[in-house]
């Protein structure tokens, strides 16, 4: 085994890659985290590592606490990392408009008129269909 470029070409190269993903990635992950922190303000509804839900009452960013309301009158401090998941964002500059996958923006009375419209419509159907664990009472043949 001389001297082979074309080996050590490709070895860079492969070097190279696993640097550039590695980077990439902490750079996707630190973003994340900023958004998360951005959208980390009273009110908003979140999940912690934990699985338990409450609702943002302060944010205390010199210390990383975040002062829950898990129940009416009950809260819990937790650490800042220690939320996983935003339930709901904080209110967008959008005025009640969301955007769906088509990118085309959709108000939320539409919104509100298609629920109204299916569950009118499920009203309707409910009286031809028995419902979910209901017994039905079949006619009994009598040979």
Do not use: C, Y
Not at 34 to 43: C, D, F, N, P, T
Not at 63 to 71: F, G, Q, R, Y
Not at 105 to 115: G, K, L
């Amino acid at each position: 085994m001389g001297n082979n470029p074309t080996l050590l070409i490709v070895m860079v190269v492969i070097i190279g890659f696993f640097f550039f993903w590695s980077w990439r990635g902490n750079r996707k992950r630190q973003a994340a985290e900023a958004e998360k922190s951005a959208q980390l303000v009273k009110g908003v509804e979140v999940m912690t590592n934990a699985g338990i839900f409450g609702t943002v009452e302060s944010v205390d960013l010199e210390n990383n606490k975040v002062v829950l309301e898990t129940s009416p009158g009950n809260f819990l401090t937790v650490h800042r990392q220690a939320i996983s998941r935003i339930e709901t964002p904080a209110e967008s500059s959008v005025d009640s408009a969301s955007t769906d996958a088509a990118g085309t923006a959709t108000s939320a009375s539409a919104i509100d008129a298609a629920n109204a419209e299916a569950h009118a419509q499920a009203a309707n159907t409910a009286d031809q269909k028995p419902a979910f664990g209901e017994r039905v009472d079949q006619p009994k043949n009598d040979e």
